[in-house]
Each structure stands twice: as structure tokens, then as C-alpha cells.
């Protein structure tokens, strides 16, 4: 039953999630300056191809899920971006090094089961100087926030495909080696502060 959920209900709760409108400005930022070859990391339904800039030539796509991968055939259809599928485990991707000019990653981190895996093979597959362009939920900055996300987070992880709230972005960034060149945090309207902590940015290559 519980494999069940997370292949073909847990993407669609996903793809209506985070495709709230509301979420749309940050999407246009996060995916402004990107321009060539990009690497998406956790693609989903293809919410981010309405954002993508006109500079993207082409994107390899980094989703596990089938069922995310046939909501996003709609998005996909109309898009006049070039868009593949590429390998399905981003912690593990068989894409070469330094093939990309620029990755993207939102709302993905989170769940991934090492971060820290993914982050290095992003760095490895950006060329030199390339760009990581995140939108990313995670560990709040005030204390009282943090500690209610301590204990509600065994229930986040259980119900939305491992989702963990208490993962510091611009720590995971750093400790991956990448340069932060821009970071915005703040808490995204209409939402529980415990799951709205977003942070926003870019990163390069170091």
C-alpha cells in the first residue's frame, strides 16, 4: 500500500502543490539568468517550463517518478524548449562531466535521500564557472520555528515521500563545495511557517 501511494498518489499531491500559483514569482527568479544547456534536478510535472527564459536551448530532465514524468507531458508538448529525459537517481547520474551550462534545482533537496551525493554530481556535471539555480524549502531561522520542525518532521517525511523541514540549504550548498552568489530567505506567504522557510539563490561551481 505504502508503494502504492508513492508511485502513483504521492506525484500528484506533488504536482498540485507545487503548482501553486502563489509559488510562481519565486519560480520566474530562481529560473531568471538561465541560459544554455541546463541540468533540472527533480523535475516533477514540469512546473518550472512556463519560467524557463528564452536563453535555455535545452534540458536534460532528472525525475525518478513515471507518474510525475506523464503529468509533465502536457508542459512538455507545448514547450518549444527541447526537454529529455535523463537518468532517474540524481544522486547518481550517468550525464557527463562538465556537459551543462547551468543547473536547476526546486523544491527537491528536501527529499532526496543524500543531498550531498546529488550536490556533487551537479557540480561534476556543470561546466566550469557553471551556475546552480535553487528554490529550495528547509530549516527555518528562528529557534521557536526549528524546534516545532524537530518534531513534526517524522510525520512530514512519512506522508510526503521523505520531505524533511530541518535541512539548512545554504549549509548543504556550502559543504558541497559550491560559492553562493546570491541567497534570499524569507518565509513564503499563505503557508505554515514550519514548511514555507524558502531560500532562493544561485551557486557556482567553486
Same mark, same amino acid.
Given at each position: 500500500m505504502a508503494r502504492w501511494y508513492e508511485k502513483h498518489v504521492l506525484p500528484r499531491l506533488v504536482a498540485r502543490s507545487c503548482g501553486n500559483t502563489m509559488l510562481a514569482p519565486y519560480r520566474d527568479r530562481a529560473?531568471?539568468?538561465?541560459?544554455?544547456?541546463?541540468?533540472?534536478?527533480?523535475?516533477?510535472?514540469?512546473?518550472?517550463?512556463?519560467?524557463?527564459?528564452?536563453?535555455?536551448?535545452?534540458?536534460?530532465?532528472?525525475?525518478?517518478?513515471?507518474? %510525475?514524468?506523464?503529468?509533465?507531458?502536457?508542459?512538455?508538448?507545448?514547450? $518549444?524548449?527541447?526537454?529529455?529525459?535523463?537518468?532517474?537517481?540524481?544522486?547518481?547520474? %550517468?550525464?557527463a562531466e562538465g556537459s551543462f551550462d547551468a543547473a536547476l534545482s526546486t523544491f527537491t533537496l528536501c527529499t532526496v535521500e543524500n543531498p550531498a551525493a546529488a550536490l556533487a554530481e551537479i557540480?561534476?556535471?556543470?561546466?566550469?564557472?557553471?551556475?546552480?539555480?535553487?528554490?529550495?524549502?528547509?530549516? $527555518?531561522?528562528? %529557534?521557536?520555528?526549528?524546534?516545532?520542525?524537530?518534531?513534526?518532521?517524522?510525520?512530514?517525511?512519512?506522508?510526503?515521500?521523505?520531505?524533511?523541514?530541518?535541512?539548512?540549504?545554504?549549509?548543504m550548498l556550502r559543504d558541497a563545495g559550491f560559492s553562493i552568489t546570491a541567497l534570499d530567505c524569507f518565509y513564503a506567504p499563505g503557508a505554515p511557517r514550519f514548511e514555507s522557510a524558502l531560500s532562493l539563490g544561485t551557486a557556482t561551481r567553486s
Open positions: 529560473c531568471a539568468g538561465l541560459a544554455g544547456k541546463i541540468l533540472e534536478l527533480g523535475f516533477g510535472s514540469g512546473t518550472n517550463i512556463a519560467h524557463y527564459p528564452a536563453a535555455v536551448t535545452g534540458v536534460v530532465a532528472i525525475e525518478p517518478s513515471d507518474t %510525475a514524468w506523464r503529468l509533465s507531458a502536457p508542459a512538455r508538448t507545448s514547450s $518549444a524548449t527541447s526537454i529529455e529525459r535523463g537518468s532517474l537517481d540524481g544522486q547518481i547520474l %550517468a550525464e557540480a561534476r556535471v556543470l561546466k566550469p564557472g557553471g551556475t546552480l539555480h535553487f528554490l529550495e524549502h528547509g530549516l $527555518a531561522p528562528e %529557534a521557536k520555528v526549528q524546534r516545532f520542525q524537530r518534531r513534526v518532521e517524522p510525520i512530514q517525511k512519512a506522508l510526503a515521500g521523505g520531505c524533511h523541514l530541518t535541512r539548512s540549504v545554504e549549509g
